[in-house]
């Protein structure tokens, strides 16, 4: 876009590089594709399912809202665009590219996927076995592993953001609360994030410094979901969500969990009723069908103190993998992959719990709160 | 496994290149810049925007390459005392400066001055590496350093730069490998390394103080000085690493790669560049014979000093070349002087006002040391 002789150069207009490339690329990148029709909208975002002029690829192209925003382009894409622009991996939603649209709005254009665990989950017509949620678990292990080989934690694994291709290739999607966890010891990481069903005990308690053990355990309650078709860990608190966590796996203590009483929200959430932390035996008559390589597969995975939690490669030579039967192939996956079912993409939209980002309360506060945080950690 | 994760970052795939490659770049971004200039003077001359008979116009003396490079250079300086003011951290502090780099290979001062840019970039930065950041908060700390900037003109940019960015917001910042470097030349030298086949490390001969010591100030080396030269363009992070503690103790990483790889000729390969990088950019002085000759460098012996302290005769020469800069635009700006933009009028004398008054008070009391190189010029 180079600026018409005469007229007043917009910053935008003059920050064009001298060669023109990158506005060249820009263009070119916004011709390649063709859009069809909006299939999702939310606050922060409208995807529309689109495709590749000439070849008919679809993707999905999710238009940022940058208009109303005071804080200029949102984290969540920020974040989203920055991580995905470095993780390549078959397990991990594809950002095919980033372009400016003539209102000036990022789009982001991503590949397009079928569907979500969650829908799969939900949806009683469809019949899934252990091969099946073998096969999904190893993809959802590979792919986060990688996130964390990276140095990115993904921080909001759940059953709707583990997504599926047309040809049955689980990917994890949706890296808007993702963040980078390069420089050690960062002691100012917040811990309001992951959604809260899927929220580890150490987050729930507080913990400024975590790691890639939040993750795993996040799956890990993906995995006991997709055992059990409902949601096995659900409390409409953070309170009573730490009271359904301790029920179900153990009283956190420094027994079992050493250092525990030092995060900033520790408590005994089940006073009347402290448990021992879960053994193995103790997980498998919760999953009585599982395999006893299973259990100790989700036992591992969902351990209190995530020191002991196995890390994404560990989980992945875990014996179960190898055992009978074997993972399904991801092109027999149930799942349905109809055109209804492609809307999925867009419905993923909703405002998240668990977000670091809340818009309630005034810019002035929500201002002092942030200069706060930040002086803290410097 | 190591190649490649880095290969599919955007760092490589965007922003390495060889020495001459680096220099074309920046070589055809001043050339296309100036004709540019020179096609916009000649239709305000056509248009009769210009009181000059105009042609003495456009055979002045264009700002050349070298120029350019050192007005960059100049505002790398006056950024690192911007994120000082800020209390930034290192991660920041070293993606800002990165950034302002990387923007400044495909964009020329002549198009829009490094001044107005800095604290777009900043902010910027903060989002990316510390996540929510409030632009009021921002304002704010920026006008204790006596540094005006409206909201709209901290976030209007932010689009394009992050266009020019390529939408890569990961750095890959090579002091983060320091602390692992550190690690484990502590375990070797405590006898307890132990490598991925369980071999043992030869005796090291030396104290845990030569390591800390070593490591220390390679850390503050590539947190300072190394983030004014060239080395993220043409060298890896553990290439960068290595010669960042090479540069303090040339025998320390000698008896490191000598434990970590066993091929001599892959070892002595390796060394070779990391002396090379240590040599020609890290360690570069004023009066060392110039390695690549021809060629457009961020070196001394190019005339650009490699520090974050501004020498004297950088800030004289910066100062030169603004006013050259400021010429060179000039008729432009008197040309749109005669089609003035009706709203904009009256806003841009309140800001005027507002600056002069501002700036009376910010000489008095400067932190950048005085002489207002960052104030607006209008």
Redesign the interface.
């Known amino acids: 876009m180079p ?1 018409p ?2 007229s ?1 150069p ?3 207009s ?6 023109g ?3 060249d690329i ?1 263009q070119e990148i916004r011709d390649k594709y063709v859009k069809d029709d909006k299939i999702g909208e939310g606050t922060y975002a409208i995807v529309y399912r689109a495709h590749v002029k000439g070849t008919g690829q679809p993707v999905a192209i999710k238009k940022i809202k ?1 208009s109303s925003a ?4 949102t ?1 969540d894409s ?2 989203e ?3 995905l ?2 993780l ?1 991996h078959d397990n991990i939603v594809n950002l095919l590219d ?1 372009f ?1 649209g003539k209102s ?1 709005n ?1 789009h982001a254009v991503l590949e397009f996927l079928a569907g979500d665990l969650e829908g799969i989950i939900k949806d009683k017509s469809i019949v899934y076995g252990t091969g099946d949620i073998k096969s999904w678990m190893a993809m959802s292990l590979r792919g986060l592993w990688w996130c964390h ?2 140095f990115v934690l993904h921080r909001d694994i759940k059953p709707n953001n583990l997504l599926y291709t047309m040809s049955g290739v689980l990917k994890i999607a949706d890296f808007g609360l993702a ?2 966890f ?3 010891g960062n002691e100012n990481m ?1 811990s309001q994030v992951v959604t809260r069903w899927y929220r580890p005990p150490e987050l729930l308690f507080g913990a400024k410094s975590y790691g890639p053990a939040i993750d795993v355990y996040s799956l890990g309650v993906v995995f006991a979901e997709l055992v059990l078709r409902v949601p096995w860990l659900a409390a409409s608190t953070d309170m009573q969500q730490l009271e359904v966590i301790a029920n179900a796996l153990g009283t956190p203590t420094e027994l079992n969990w050493p250092g525990v009483t030092t995060l900033p929200g520790y408590c005994i959430p089940n006073p009347d009723n402290q448990l021992p932390e879960v053994d193995l035996n103790n997980i498998r008559r919760q999953f009585p069908s599982m395999s006893i390589n299973g259990a100790q597969l989700l036992h591992g995975m969902l351990r209190l103190d995530p020191r002991k939690r196995v890390g994404a490669r560990e989980a992945l030579e875990s014996d179960w993998f190898r055992e009978e039967p074997i993972p399904t192939k991801p092109q027999d996956l149930p799942g349905k992959k109809g055109k209804e079912e492609q809307e999925k993409v867009g419905q993923d939209l909703r405002r998240r719990v668990g977000h ?2 809340r818009l309630d309360g005034g ?2 506060d ?3 709160k ?2 706060r945080r ?2 803290f ?2 | 496994m190591e190649d490649e ?1 880095y290969l ?3 760092q490589y795939r965007y922003f390495t290149f060889t020495p001459s490659k680096l220099s074309q770049i920046r070589q ?6 100036t004709q ?1 200039l020179n ?2 003077i000649q ?2 001359i056509q ?1 009769g ?1 210009l009181s000059d008979s105009g042609q003495d116009l456009l055979e002045r003396e264009p700002l050349t390459a070298e120029e350019e490079l050192k007005l960059v250079s100049y505002y790398i300086t006056q950024s690192v005392a911007i994120c000082d003011h800020f ?5 920041v502090k070293a993606t800002t400066l990165i950034f302002l780099q990387r923007i400044y290979l ?3 001062p ?3 001055h490094p001044k107005t840019l800095l604290l777009p970039i900043l ?2 930065a903060f ?2 590496e ?8 921002f304002i ?2 920026a006008a204790e350093a006596g540094l005006t900037i409206t ?1 709209e003109e ?11 960015l ?5 750095v890959l ?1 090579p002091y ?1 490998g320091i ?1 692992g470097v550190k690690l484990e030349l502590l375990a070797m030298q405590a006898g307890t390394y132990r490598g991925p086949a369980g071999e043992t490390a030869p005796p090291f001969e030396g104290t845990r103080d030569r390591i800390e010591r070593a490591c220390g100030r390679a850390r503050i080396l590539l947190t300072g000085p190394a983030l004014c030269t060239d080395v993220y363009f043409l060298y890896t992070p553990s290439q960068i690493a290595m010669a960042g503690i090479w540069v303090q103790d040339g025998g320390l990483i000698e008896y490191f790669l000598g434990v970590k790889i066993k091929d001599e000729a892959v070892r002595q390969r390796l060394l070779k560049v990391i002396r090379e990088c240590g040599e020609r950019h890290l360690l570069a002085t004023k009066d060392a014979p110039n390695p690549y000759p021809g060629l457009l460098l961020r070196l001394p012996q190019n005339g650009v000093p490699i520090s974050v302290e501004i020498p004297p005769e950088l800030k004289k020469e910066a100062v030169r070349i603004d006013k050259k800069l400021f010429h060179l635009k000039k008729p432009l700006k008197e040309a ?1 002087g005669k ?1 003035p ?1 009706a709203t ?1 009028t009256s806003e841009e004398e309140r800001r005027a006002k507002k600056r002069k008054l501002e700036k009376e008070n910010r000489d008095k009391d400067d932190v950048f040391g005085g002489g207002g190189m960052i104030k607006r010029k209008q």
């Open positions: 600026t002789n005469g007043t917009t910053v935008s003059v920050l064009v590089p001298a060669g490339e990158v506005a820009n940058i005071s804080e200029g382009i984290m920020l974040r665009i920055k991580h622009q470095e390549r980033v400016v000036h990022i080989r990276n963040r980078s390069a420089d050690p917040t670091d980002e810019d002035l929500r201002g002092k942030v200069a930040l002086n950690g410097l | 994760t599919g970052s955007t055809r971004t001043n050339q296309l810049a540019h096609e916009s239709s305000a248009a925007d209390r930034t951290g290192s991660a495909r964009i020329s002549l198009q829009i902010y910027l989002k990316s510390n996540g929510v950041t409030s632009a009021s908060w704010r700390t909201r901290l976030l209007t940019p932010e689009i394009d730069l992050a266009m020019n390529r939408w890569a917001f990961q910042h983060r602390e749109k089609h933009p904009d």
